[in-house]
């Protein structure tokens, strides 16, 4: 087939790639084309045309949802060998804008089968014509399963040809991420119980109502809506949920919002040509820089239509951003409710948020370059002044939301430029001094912290800076890791202002790697105290996460742990019932 051809109609093929690479395929009877058949990958290419494209011509996000479904469907069945119909699909974001007269290239395999599902990989990239640029648009995960002629379930022939690096990265990320997928309601629920010690005060007369955003449409289902196996097209389905969210999002926000990313969701259930399908959306929280809309699909046949049962057959979760023509504008209008329901969403919203960048982190594949600096006389200054001042700048960073809270605890996060950072705010009945002396020995850790195996001192540099060896317990059968830090602490220079404990890595001569542990690196970490009364104060733990500190908070982020909750609750024990000896000792 000339490819030329392929672009300008629209069309599908299949080539004989092993991973997803934004390349296109070569189907000559070399060697790599043998595992053609065993690993297969479906390509679709489609130039962008105003038929496609929202009123500022750039490409509809319902549109790119729907060759999704389409591309990934057909993977999955030419794995299967049967016809198969969606489950589930995974958290997309949308990273690159596509705008009409470019070329949108996606590519889709099944990156795993398990027994009765199979996970498909989806990389849509875009090409301009002109340049010959490729810039890659999202990243997307479908769950599928094969239709059964009868009641029997279909046993699913494995994935049994990884020929390169990714393709073993992806078949083992699969079932992490499959994980996550079977956890997420089970996660969800257990967030919520614990949901009304969040902030739920949207009742300001300031606020603007979400009732004010309520959207209900209606679609009939016709023919050309209908998949090949008769029922509606579930990327059909998704196109007009988009289309109900953005209308829902335009009326809070006064003009269109930019479609970030779509919250994982299932398919509930099927619907059929004839059905009448009814769209309900809402905004149901804004945060400071992006918006939930939900979504609800409710599915009718005549006879239901006339008796008014629904069909629950669908919801979804749409995050908008604000567009570029509003980008002084940093924060999307605060929201109130003004029912239970309402209350409910709300906080529903902050609880799917924090899972959603929970799986974006802990799934994350992105590599990052050395992060400590090597230490020695000659910098030592320098890297003092640094690590005291980036905990400072990361404490006063704008952003910071609250994603859980108990009494004398609260746990925040801020995610910037894709990295992650938390803050634990812990509320202490000792002074701010007695709490200073005793976090800045860095020895007594392990007394209060599970996630710190020992401590022990390397090198005094001065009185207020000293170099540590950490060791860390393992976590899910890795090895266990260890971390050589640089303790930089500083008492006030003025009245009002905090006591600073900072941390990052560094490399030291005497401390080489060891075969045994997993060399991991902190970039910036450390307490800031304050005082709150006389006899209290407040104590504030920073960590910018790196991919070596993620596994030991990765539980708690998506929710089935609370070991940052239990930590800080050992630490407020800890440093309220040491003795006053040991301060002396100190």
Known sequence: MNPDSSVLNGTVDIVNEGHLNGTAGDSSGTEEGKSFNMMPEVEMCQSVLPCHANHKGRLSAGQLLKWIDIIACLAAEKHAGLPCVTASIDDIQFEETVRV????????KVNRAFNTS?????????????????????????????????????RLKPVDCLTTAEDHLEYALASERRRLRLYNEDAFTKLMQDSHLLKANGKESSQISTERTRVQSIELVLPPHANHHGNTFGGQIMAWMENAATVAASRLYGTYPTLKSVDMFKFRGPSSVGDRLVFKAIVNNTFQKSLEVGVRVEAYDCEEWTQGKARHINSAFLIYNASSDKAHTQTFPSVKYTSKDGQRRYLAAIVRKRIRLARKHILSSKEEGPLSVPWDKSNQVYLSYNNVAALTVLAGKHGWEVNSSQPKIRV?????????SVQVEMHVRVSSLQAFFLLSDLSLRPSWDRHYSS????????????????????????????????????????????????????????????PDYTRSEVLCAGFLISDASSATCKVSYYNQVTSGVLPYIAGNLAGWSKSMEETASSCIEFLENVTDQKICAF
């Open 455 to 514: 401590c022990e001192e390397v090198q005094v540099v001065n009185e207020d800076d000293k170099l540590y060896h950490i060791t860390c317990p393992a976590v899910n059968k890795d090895k266990p890791r260890d971390f050589v830090v640089l303790m930089s602490r500083r008492q006030p220079c003025k009245e009002g202002d905090s006591y600073i404990v900072a941390l990052r890595s560094v490399t030291v001569a005497s401390v080489p790697p060891d």
């Open 101 to 108: 007269g470019q070329i949108i290239n996606i590519k889709a």
């Open 412 to 420: 925040y996060m801020n995610e910037e430029l894709d990295t992650l």
């Open 118 to 154: 199979m996970e498909v990989g989806i990389r849509v990239v875009v090409q301009d014509v002109l340049t010959g640029v490729l810039k890659r648009v999202c990243v997307a995960y479908s769950t599928f399963v094969a239709k059964p002629v009868g009641t029997q379930k279909i």
